[in-house]
């Protein structure tokens, strides 16, 4: 009888960490990604001799948005997915744009960029 109940009290307590406890999920997608580095596009092809300030601008505000490494990966992941898919990207442009817009991050912007490493 004391072991039902026990087990009743150890299944509740368990229900309530999976419905009350944190989720562990990305909350950066593609998409916001994609919206803060459009401004960049023409002059990740060659246009311009500097990031317009609107460029400038979503890549600071992507960084202030990838804050867990969880969000980290994904925004690497989506940018070197949006690299690879670029035609006419170049590619020292890509991997030098945070600096040129004056934020540090921890990975390349490049097609080749392993994101499982990013910390």
Excluded: H, W
Aim: aromatic share 2%; proline share 3%; net charge positive.
């Amino acid at each position: 009888m004391a072991r039902v109940a026990l087990l009743k009290f150890a299944c509740a307590i368990l229900v309530s960490m999976v419905l009350v406890a944190p989720r562990a999920e990305a909350a950066l997608t593609c998409g916001t990604v994609t919206k803060n580095i459009a401004q960049c596009v023409t002059y990740l092809k060659g246009t311009g001799t500097s990031p317009s300030t609107a460029c400038c601008t979503g890549v600071t505000t992507l960084k202030g948005l990838a804050t867990t490494l969880e969000d980290k990966k994904t925004a690497c992941g989506c940018l070197k997915t949006a690299a690879s898919s670029m035609t006419g990207l170049d590619t020292k442009r890509a991997a030098d744009l945070p600096g040129d817009c004056g934020v540090t991050i921890s990975y390349a912007i490049s097609p080749n960029t392993d994101c499982s490493k990013v910390n």
